[in-house]
């Protein structure tokens, strides 16, 4: 327990450099673009996500069964490549997809390898629980990023869109030959089987589910806000997503570690308490982060992104509100990722998102980028809602049973 906890604490501190440096590298961005070329880099960024869906579920399939099998060097070599396998087939019928239906075809498939780079490498740094790279890997991505972005600024004031997409695409390429010069892992054997896939694949529904979710619970609030007022709306609220990664310091620590522990524990009884404990953390963290971020919300826009980025103010209270709901929420998923249920928080999220497809539609025209940010804070808090009264019954009808253990008091 103390040692998670030690771990946790030494991710969450990482995930702070690493999001900040992932905020700057957008800060910097929005001041080198003009507000429209900024609206739709975002904008491709979104929609290489959504084109993702069909991957996304794989390198959490994956994370689970390292984490349950970490003994196990032979089998744990079949899931990686397996996984890889897959990810890689579906990420070239994704890329013949593209340049048969899809506009701006060459920036689009960037985005989506940099995306199939980060999905795997991740994934296989949860499921083996390597410290090393959870920490480093996206910071020192990270940072190239960053680094580029800012001699170009500062050389030229500001930078192209298509040169930003290059160097942002492959900057994880850079920092996994990095990472496996200085720690290999174990070598990859192109050992395809149909009885993993089968496994995997079996898995990665419900997942693939829960993150299509995801992906347009956000996502369709920026495709109708371009729908109705343009890129460079679009961009305005992106400025309030950006600004929203400083909640993810903790939750996304806790998340990485969480999952594959509960995969591993032989005894879920054990997982109570820290449950608990982690909600309460995010919970907690998100609201101290909250009341400040509100408070100057026009100064810290004004001072970091300067003022043509002013109506941005407007979503920072309703998208906070939203994030303290999601973390306690993406606590609970992960839970269920962990013990082979990941179809439960994949309904849950879904009812939320389709909840935003509908009320977004209805808000956002006729409020623009305040009514997606509302329509955000009310479907946050019903999933969460939802959440925390489904797993108060599903444990007092006994869902622990199944493992084999005594239910806790």
């Not at 946790?8 to 929005?30: C, D, E, K, P, Q």
């Not at 070329?37 to 991957?55: C, D, H, I, N, Q």
């Not at 099998?69 to 490549?81: G, H, I, M, R, V």
């Not at 980028?369 to 019903?382: D, E």
Request: aromatic share 14%; with cysteine; net charge positive.
């Amino acid at each position: 327990m103390k040692q998670a906890i030690k771990n946790t604490f030494i991710l969450s501190a990482s995930n702070v450099v690493t999001r900040f440096a992932a905020m700057l590298f957008f800060v910097i961005l929005a001041r080198s673009l003009t507000v429209t070329e900024f609206g739709l880099f975002r904008y491709l960024l979104t929609l290489s996500t959504m084109y993702a869906l069909v991957f996304t579920g794989i390198p959490t399939a994956l994370t689970k069964f390292l984490g349950e099998y970490k003994s196990d060097n032979n089998l744990k070599a079949e899931y990686l490549s397996n996984s890889l396998f897959l990810m890689l087939a579906i990420f070239l019928l994704l890329v013949v997809a593209i340049l048969i239906f899809a506009s701006e075809k060459l920036l689009l498939i960037l985005f989506l390898f940099a995306l199939l780079i980060d999905l795997a490498y991740m994934g296989y740094a949860r499921g083996s629980l390597d410290y090393l790279k959870l920490n480093g890997f996206k910071f020192l991505e990270n940072v190239i990023k960053l680094t580029i972005l800012m001699i170009a600024y500062l050389l030229f004031k500001r930078v192209s869109l298509d040169f930003s997409v290059v160097f942002y695409s492959l900057s994880s390429v850079v920092s996994l030959i990095i990472f496996e010069f200085i720690r290999p892992a174990f070598k990859i054997q192109w050992y395809v089987s149909r009885t993993r896939m089968i496994e995997i694949i079996r898995y990665v529904i419900p997942v693939t589910m829960g993150a299509v979710g995801w992906t347009l619970l956000f996502g369709i609030s920026s495709v109708y806000v371009e729908h109705f007022y343009g890129h460079e709306q679009v961009g305005y609220f992106s400025i309030g997503l950006t600004l929203m990664q400083v909640f993810s310091f903790l939750p996304d620590a806790v998340n990485m570690i969480i999952m594959p522990k509960v995969a591993a524990l032989k005894d879920k009884e054990t997982i109570l308490r820290p449950i608990k404990l982690a909600v309460a953390g995010c919970v907690v963290v998100s609201l101290v982060i909250l009341i400040p971020l509100t408070i100057f919300r026009t100064m810290i826009v004004v001072i970091i992104f300067s003022d043509k980025y002013l109506p941005a103010v407007a979503v920072i209270l309703p998208l906070g509100i939203s994030q303290v709901f999601f973390a306690a929420l993406q606590v609970y998923g992960s839970v269920w990722q962990g013990l082979g249920k990941p179809g439960i928080p994949s309904i849950i999220i879904g009812v939320a998102t389709g909840l935003n497809i509908v009320l977004g539609y209805f808000l956002i025209k006729n409020y623009g980028i305040f009514g997606a940010s509302v329509s955000l804070a009310i479907c946050a808090f019903i999933a969460w809602l939802i959440t925390v009264i489904y797993w108060r019954k599903w444990l007092r009808r006994g869902g622990l049973d199944s493992f084999n253990i005594i239910k806790a008091d």
